[in-house]
């Protein structure tokens, strides 16, 4: 993976700091990433999420708000309108470089801001959070005993994370103005709340109640054991791996480098294969509806990013010797309950030059040892298992190619 810094114009007209972490291969989508309050682009969080996520196949743009880290500004002068503001800016940006944001995800106080900022960003597809409040102005907790002097006073300097900030009055007044409740019920984006239900800077309540009022589809996954900033790498590696499984269920495939092909003169109970030399080795794999990748693994060059071809024959010798059984039990009205069956690919080893496909099958449920047995019979009659062993003639054709 490779990381660049892009500097970009905030709403205020200061120039911020971002980086852009992109992964090896053709990417999955983009994000923005929103740091919490006070953080910046360099937080454990930031970065630990950032590089999970590009580490799964996603390019992830993080800058530091106004005011902080490497961007200019004053963060007396910025409020929570402000930030929103600013990733709209940022995002408007990663457009203009061909990355439009497909997939915001945001931290803490940065959560509350992307679920506001999501509605001004047409290209966003989902949104994530991570220790989110359910209202802007939770944060004010943080320094709760010097709000009195803030409000009376206009501003007061307080101690956040051992370092002092100055507070001004238009900023928690712009707090108190948001209402994040009505925000998240007119989201119309698929929603994934992530929260530690020991949560003490931001408490699990939170993350209830945006649950509540969020609409469908809306998920909620528990970061069991995990602090609010995700100290333990083992916490921000689990965040990741579940914010990009759930997002790629939405982001689609737009951003990879395969091109894509129109399908329309493809016969049914055929399958497509596509790759592109500037995509690397990762094939894209066609089955009616149905998308994946093909790969090689990483030790031949390969990104890891999907099953390699021999994979993919066992798991076609996996899934229909399990469909068989189910079948037949069925047929039989036995009472098989499950089934469970592992395939590998090797070479014999007597020397014979002949591949060889090694299954083993777990069948549960009362079965009697007659049923088992018959079963296990069965198994070897799935018309996968019958191709394998009989062989299978190839015929090839060239349908030519488009710059021919």
């Known amino acids: 993976m490779s990381s660049e810094q892009i500097d970009f114009i905030g709403a205020t007209g200061h120039t911020l700091s971002g980086r852009l972490d992109l992964p ?9 990433f929103a740091h919490c309050f006070t953080c910046t682009k360099n937080s454990l969080a930031a970065v630990r999420i950032a590089k999970a996520l590009t580490a799964r196949g996603f390019g992830v ?18 409020t929570f309108s402000g930030d ?72 007061a300097t307080v101690n956040l994370g051992g370092r ?25 984006r698929p929603l994934l709340i992530l929260h530690a239900p020991r949560d003490q800077t931001v408490g699990i309540e939170n993350a209830a109640s945006i649950f509540q009022a969020a609409r469908h589809p ?30 790629r269920r939405y982001l689609g495939d737009e951003e990879t480098t395969v091109e894509q092909s129109g399908n329309d003169d493809v016969p049914a109970g055929y399958v497509v294969v596509e790759g592109a030399k500037d995509a690397g080795f990762p094939v894209r794999i066609t089955a009616g509806h149905t998308h994946f990748y093909s790969d090689e693994p990483v030790a031949n060059g390969g990104l890891g990013s999907g099953p390699t071809p021999h994979e993919l024959v066992s798991a ?23 089934v ?40 070897g009659r799935c018309p996968v298992h019958r191709l394998l062993e009989a062989g299978a003639a190839v015929q090839t054709h060239s349908s030519g190619g488009k710059n021919e």
């Open 24 to 32: 090896d291969g053709p990417a999955h989508g983009y994000a923005l």
């Open 340 to 379: 469970r069956v592992v395939v590998g690919h090797t070479k014999r080893q007597d020397g014979t030059p002949t591949d060889l496909f090694v299954r083993d099958i777990r069948l549960d449920g009362p079965l009697d040892a007659t049923q088992r047995d018959r079963l296990l019979e069965i198994a």
């Open 84 to 155: 929103v503001f600013d990733l709209v800016a940022a995002a408007e940006h990663m457009s203009r470089l061909g990355h439009a944001p497909k997939l915001l995800v945001g931290h803490s106080l940065g959560g509350a801001a992307v679920l506001a900022a999501a509605a001004d960003i047409p290209s966003v597809a989902a949104v994530a959070v991570i220790g989110a409040p359910f209202e802007a102005d939770h944060v004010t907790a943080l320094f709760e005993g010097d709000l009195g002097a803030i409000l009376s006073c206009g501003e």
């Open 164 to 188: 002092p900030f100055t507070i001004r009055r238009s900023f928690v007044e712009d707090l108190r103005s948001h209402d994040l409740g009505s925000k998240i019920s007119e989201l119309r």
């Open 316 to 338: 076609g010798l996996g899934a229909c010797t399990a469909l068989t059984l189910r079948l037949y039990a069925e047929r039989k009205q036995w009472p098989l309950e499950g």
């Open 61 to 78: 743009f993080r800058f530091d708000f106004t005011g902080l880290g490497d961007s200019g500004g004053d963060f007396s002068d910025a």
């Open 218 to 247: 809306k998920s909620f996954v528990s970061l069991d054991g995990a602090d609010h900033l995700l100290t333990d790498a083992k916490d921000a590696d689990y965040a990741a791996d579940v914010i990009a499984a759930w997002a």
